[in-house]
C-alpha cells in the first residue's frame, strides 16, 4: 500500500519534470524508501532535494516513521529502460545476452530494439593480412541481460 502511494506521489511530481523519470522505487520492510531517477538531460542535486521533499511533505510522520533516499542512477549503473537507450545514443555500450556479448557505439534506440555498431580486424577473405570490417547489430532489449556504458577516462 505504502509503495502504491509512493508511486503515485512520484507521478504527480515527475509530470511537472518532463525531463526526469523514475528507474526504480522501494520499499523496504523497515519502511525505508528508496527512489532512483535519471533525467534526459542527467540529475542533479536539486532535482533530488526537491523530489525527496515533494515525497516527504505528502506522507505523514505521525502515520508512519520512514526513512527516505533520493539519488541519480550512477555513471556506472546498468541501463534498465529504454528510454535510458535514448538518453545514451552515440556513446559506447556494454551489451551482455544470453548468447553473446557486444561492445559498440549506439547508433539507434527505441522502446523495443537496440543498434550497435563497432569496427573489428579480420582476416582478409583472399591473402594474408586482415581488413578492418564494420560491424552492425540489432538488439531487442528484451534479450538483453546487463548493458553499462563505457567510461572513457
Known sequence: MLHEKIEGI??????DRDSLFLISCTV???HSIK????????????????????VEGR???????FSLEVTSAGATA?????????KN????LSIKTPQQHYEGNLTAADSNMITLEWKSREPKPVG????TVKNKKDIPIEEIE????????
Do not use: H, M, T
Open 28 to 30: 523496504g520492510a523497515d
Open 146 to 153: 546487463e548493458a553499462k556504458v563505457v567510461l572513457k577516462f
Open 89 to 92: 545514443l552515440g556513446r559506447k
Open 35 to 54: 527512489i532512483v531517477l535519471d533525467g534526459d538531460k542527467g540529475v542533479n542535486l536539486k532535482d533530488c532535494i526537491d523530489v525527496s521533499r515533494a
Open 10 to 15: 512520484l507521478d504527480e511530481v515527475l509530470k
Open 59 to 65: 506522507l505523514d510522520r505521525d502515520d508512519l516513521d
Open 128 to 131: 594474408k593480412g586482415k581488413v
Open 78 to 86: 546498468p541501463l534498465v529502460i529504454p528510454r535510458q537507450y535514448r
